[in-house]
C-alpha cells in the first residue's frame, strides 16, 4: 500500500482507520456537511444517526473543535456511555460529576494556569468537584500523575496545593448540580456532555436506563451545561426528548466533498482519483465509491481502503484495473453476506 500511496502522490493514506476513535488524523482530514453548524451551536441536542452515518467522529470533532478553538467558551466533555443499570436523578447527577471532574483532571494536567486564571467561584466549584470525584488529596495527586502531571514539585505542586485549600477552607456546596454548573477553566462560559452510547445495546433497555439522563437536559441548560446525545433511529424512537433534533445523513454531494477534502489534505494535487485508472476501466472512480458508499461515511472509508489493498497486489502497475473495483465490491458483497 505504502508504494501506491507514493505514486499517486500522497503523503498518507487519506481513507485511514474505518472507525473514528482509531483515527488521529480525524480533525485533519474531516469535512463538514450543511448540518454541522446546527449541531455545534452549545445547546441541548439530540443527535441521531444510522450505524456508520459517523455520529462517533461528529462528537469527536466537536469535542476537538471546542478544546484548540481560541475563541472558544466552550468545555466539552466527551463520553462513550455505557450504562448497565437505570439511574436516578441523583445517579444520574453522580455520573455527570464523574465525568467532568475526569475531563477537568486532563485538561488541567496540561494547562494548570487554567485553574489558576479562573475567577474565584469557578475554582472553588472545580476544586470541590475534583476532590468529591477523585480525592482525598493522595488520590488527587496519583490521578494527576497518571495524567502527565507529577504533582511532586513545581506547578503541579502548587496546584494540587491550591485545590486542595480551597475544597477545605471554603463551604461546600452540596448540590451536585451546581458544581456542574460552575466547575470550568478560565474562559469557558459553557460546559457540553457529548454522550455516545454503544449502538449495539438493545434499544429497548439502553432507552430506559438513558432517559432518567435526558430528563436533566433543560434543568441542566439553565445552569450552562448542555447535553448533545448521539442515537441510532431505533433508540431514538423509543426515548422522550424536549430539545431540538438533528440528523446525520450525508448526498452524494457531502460524500463527493468528503472524498475531495480527504484527498487534498493528504498531499495529492489532484481531489480525484481518476487519473489513476487504467485506459480499460470506464467508471468514474470518484462516482463509483460515493455510489456504492450509499450515504455512509463509515463505508466510503471501508472501500477506499478495499482499493488501496487490491490496487497494492500488482503495485508494478499501480493503476485502477477494472478488476480492483470488482475485488472491492466482491469483499463488500461477501461480508454482507
Excluded at 508494478?316 to 458483497?333: K, Q, T
Amino acid at each position: 500500500m505504502r508504494e501506491v500511496l507514493g505514486v499517486w502522490g500522497l503523503a498518507r493514506n487519506p481513507f485511514g482507520p474505518e472507525w473514528a476513535e482509531g483515527d488521529p488524523a480525524l480533525p485533519d482530514l474531516a469535512y463538514h456537511p450543511s448540518w454541522w453548524e446546527g449541531v455545534k451551536q452549545p445547546e441541548p441536542a439530540l443527535i441521531v444517526g444510522a450505524p456508520g452515518s459517523g455520529k462517533t467522529a461528529t462528537a469527536l470533532l466537536l469535542a476537538h473543535d471546542w478544546m484548540n478553538e481560541t475563541a472558544s467558551q466552550v468545555f466539552p466533555v466527551y463520553a462513550s456511555l455505557s450504562l448497565t443499570v437505570p439511574l436516578t436523578v441523583e445517579t444520574a447527577g453522580r455520573k455527570f460529576s464523574r465525568l467532568l471532574g475526569q475531563a477537568l483532571l486532563e485538561y488541567l494536567a496540561l494547562d494548570p494556569e487554567a485553574f489558576r486564571a479562573a475567577e474565584l467561584p469557578e475554582q472553588t466549584s472545580a476544586a470541590r468537584l475534583l476532590m468529591l470525584t477523585l480525592g482525598p488529596k493522595d488520590r488527587l495527586a496519583a490521578a494527576f500523575a497518571q495524567a502527565g502531571l507529577s504533582c511532586t514539585q513545581g506547578i503541579g505542586s502548587v496546584l494540587l496545593g491550591e485545590i486542595s485549600d480551597l475544597a477545605t477552607v471554603c463551604p461546600e456546596i452540596p448540590d451536585l448540580f451546581a458544581l456542574l454548573g460552575r466547575a470550568r477553566p478560565a474562559g469557558r462560559e459553557a460546559t457540553v456532555f457529548l454522550l455516545d452510547p454503544p449502538s449495539e445495546e438493545k434499544p429497548e433497555e439502553l432507552a430506559g436506563r438513558l432517559q432518567p439522563l435526558l430528563d436533566l437536559a433543560l434543568p441542566l441548560a439553565r445552569l450552562g451545561v448542555y447535553l448533545k446525545v448521539f442515537l441510532p433511529p431505533d433508540l431514538a424512537r423509543r426515548v422522550r426528548w424536549e430539545g431540538r433534533t438533528f440528523r446525520i445523513e450525508w448526498g452524494e454531494g457531502d460524500l463527493e466533498e468528503m472524498l475531495k477534502t480527504r484527498l487534498q489534505r493528504s498531499g495529492r494535487a489532484s481531489s480525484s482519483l481518476n487519473a489513476e485508472a487504467s485506459q480499460e476501466l470506464r467508471e468514474d472512480v470518484d462516482q463509483w465509491l460515493v455510489r456504492k458508499a450509499r450515504g455512509s461515511p463509515r463505508e466510503l472509508v471501508r472501500l477506499g481502503n478495499r482499493l488501496l489493498e487490491a490496487v497494492g497486489r500488482h503495485s508494478e502497475d499501480p493503476h485502477i484495473l477494472p478488476g480492483d473495483l470488482a475485488m472491492v465490491e466482491g469483499r463488500g458483497e461477501e461480508e454482507e453476506g
